[in-house]
């Protein structure tokens, strides 16, 4: 079945570091969403990405869909403390969204 | 509007019982999946419901349930419960479907079976 990787799993940036999250889809997307789910909370929404190379920005974060539409990356500039959480990708696959295990932020002050 | 609301917050049970949880989902919204979240597995699928029916279904033993009212609300059940049921039970609802638009999440069900 359809498989949605990211990477890395796991970082811890300085207060003021940038951070970049990546996902992989084993198969073609019609479009890639992410999601961020601070400690102790749930998910939510943060974009969708339909079009192949379209590059979405939010304050410091900036989303990439690769050309191919199998590939996504969430970059943030100047990390905030605020910034901490799990950031998920996540891609359509039949009658359901398929998710990346998620990458783990963790910002020092 | 009204988020997503899931009932109960917080439930202790013991091994072998069986249990309900409840998914309210936003007005208007006639998709609910149901996920488990696990710190070392990350969100994993259980199923998803569409006007009362089973559209999808993930790898879970039939222990796991579910089923969806016709004013959209859900349930699962999880029946002889196991210590690895222990986990975050998340359901997100959706106006056509998952992956088309935007899942809006509950605060999840924190499950602990001792």
């Known amino acids: 079945g359809q498989q949605v990787m990211q990477i890395p799993q796991y970082q811890h940036v300085q207060e003021g570091e940038d951070f970049t999250t990546y996902c992989n889809s084993s198969t073609t997307l019609s479009n890639i969403q992410w999601y961020k789910q601070r400690p102790g909370g749930h998910p939510v929404f943060l974009i969708q990405l339909v079009k192949s190379g379209e590059v979405k920005k939010q304050k410091r974060l900036t989303f990439q869909f690769g050309e191919a539409k199998k590939n996504s990356s969430l970059h943030i500039t100047a990390t905030q403390t605020t910034d901490v959480g799990t950031y998920f990708c996540?891609?359509?696959?039949?009658?359901?969204?398929?998710f990346g295990a998620g990458t783990i932020l963790r910002v020092k002050s | 509007k009204a988020g997503v609301t899931q009932t109960p917050r917080y439930l202790i049970k013991t091994r072998g019982q069986q249990v309900t949880l409840s998914c309210s989902p936003i007005s208007g919204h006639r998709s609910v999946s149901w996920y488990q979240q696990t710190p070392g597995q990350g969100l994993q699928f259980l199923f998803e419901?569409?006007?009362?029916?089973?559209?999808n279904k993930g790898n879970f033993p039939g222990r796991f349930s579910g089923r969806q009212f016709s004013n959209s609300r859900s349930e699962m059940n999880v029946s002889t419960l196991e210590l690895g049921d222990s986990a975050l039970y998340l359901c997100a609802s959706s106006l056509g479907g998952p992956g088309g638009t935007e899942a809006f999440f509950g605060q999840g069900t924190r499950l602990t079976v001792v």
């Open positions: 996540a891609g359509p696959g039949g009658n359901k969204l398929v």
């Open positions: 419901y569409f006007s009362e029916t089973q559209r």
